[in-house]
């Protein structure tokens, strides 16, 4: 079997950022499908990737999955990365296992070494988003808890996003934090995301304040290069502490792991570098007693998908992520999208990924071209 063609489809879901998939077909009529993380303003560099990598592996065999992953860092972008490669690798590579899993008549996690549970922990997120006072908050938590989620993720901190914030800030995330807690009982997990946003003397100071609301998880309090800093704020902070959405391969969870930086470790399947890479950080977290929880903002489609198989696999996997926005549109685009219900996803045993995307719906819906946003200028920064 050899690869034949790879394509590429960026569509817009109808909430904010594009969406990439990938298709990789081969000689013998079956083909996979793949799906790279993207940002705004920046789908087009992920696309570019796709275009300047893929004719690369045309030829091969898509079972050597491995090797490509390997002589598309290697070779191909000469050792050097960024977040466009990565995230164009990853969706070639789930594409090339859901070829393998059809080739093999087995599903992805079967592939992998076998599951070690039949169904995946969901969080939602996507909720939020536009809320402004501490009530309105308190009121979609309500409406998400009574759909039958368990579990809430949400950052309660206004933007923008700087190292550095007032006291105001910090008191504002307090009030969000304690009206969601007070609208669904202490029986629902709450995880909060800082966004790689804050020094360790704010981090700290804040997070502290928020522990009493008794937390799953502190998500990014500071950027994952400053590995030493967020040990020094899960040290002091009583909260365990997650982190990885921004950080590509196994070369870059090392020294979180080595320095006990974190208890939780979230690489996104979408951009570390596809499934293989996210079981392999998965092995290397769980030698440290490190929990695995990997990030999901992408479709609730393929990239999800992807993610159900990784974590089927995973003996420290605790929960993952689930895009409510995208939910509708992803129920257009696939054919058979993975289903939560009350907070769980039951496994596929379907051959593959275990999904199957219509190509029309997605030919039907092209990328955005996003107008300019409006980032801070200088007057806007304040004191």
């Not at 990853?90 to 070829?99: C, F, K, P, T």
């Amino acid at each position: 079997m050899k690869v034949t063609s790879i394509k590429h489809y960026a569509v817009h879901p109808g909430w904010r950022k594009n969406l990439i998939f990938v298709k990789v077909e081969t000689d013998e009529g079956i083909h996979g499908w793949g799906e790279a993380y993207s940002q705004y303003d920046r789908d087009k560099a992920v696309c570019a990737q796709l275009d300047s990598l893929s004719p690369y592996l045309v030829g091969r065999n898509p079972f050597d999955i491995k090797h490509f992953t390997k002589f598309a860092f290697d070779d191909y972008a000469a050792r050097r990365g960024s977040v466009e490669l990565f995230c164009a690798i990853s969706g070639i590579e789930q594409a090339l296992w859901d070829i393998v899993g059809k080739a093999c008549n087995q599903p992805v996690y079967n592939l992998l070494g076998g599951r070690v549970r039949d169904k995946i922990r969901v969080y939602a997120n996507g909720w939020s988003y536009g809320m402004d006072q501490p009530s309105d908050y308190a009121r979609a938590a309500e409406k998400i808890v009574a759909a039958g989620w368990t579990a809430l993720k949400f950052d309660p901190l206004p933007k923008p996003w700087r190292n550095w914030i007032p006291r105001e800030h910090e008191d504002r995330a307090v009030a969000v934090t304690k009206a969601i807690r007070d609208a669904v009982g202490p029986g629902v997990d709450l995880l909060i995301d800082q966004h790689r946003r804050l020094a360790p003397m704010h981090a700290i100071r804040l997070d502290k304040r928020l522990a009493e609301f008794n937390l799953y998880w502190m998500e990014e309090s500071c950027q994952a290069e400053y590995a030493d800093e967020l040990a020094e704020i899960r040290r002091n902070i009583g909260i365990p502490v997650c982190i990885g959405e921004a950080t590509y391969t196994k070369a870059g969870f090392r020294p979180l792991l080595e320095k006990r930086a974190a208890d939780i470790l979230n690489p996104d399947v979408a951009c570390v570098g596809g499934i293989l890479e996210l079981k392999e950080i998965a092995a290397m977290a769980e030698s440290f007693l490190v929990a695995m929880s990997p990030h999901n903002y992408n479709s609730t489609t393929v990239a999800t998908a992807s993610t159900l198989h990784a974590s089927a696999t995973m003996p420290n996997f605790i929960i993952t992520e689930y895009f409510l926005p995208f939910v509708e549109f992803g129920n257009r685009i696939c054919l058979n999208p993975p289903q939560p219900k009350n907070g769980y996803i039951e496994l596929s045993t379907a051959p593959g990924l275990g999904i199957e995307m219509d190509e029309k719906a997605l030919q039907e819906v092209p990328a955005q071209v996003y107008k300019l946003r409006k980032l801070p200028q200088v007057s806007d920064e304040g004191p």
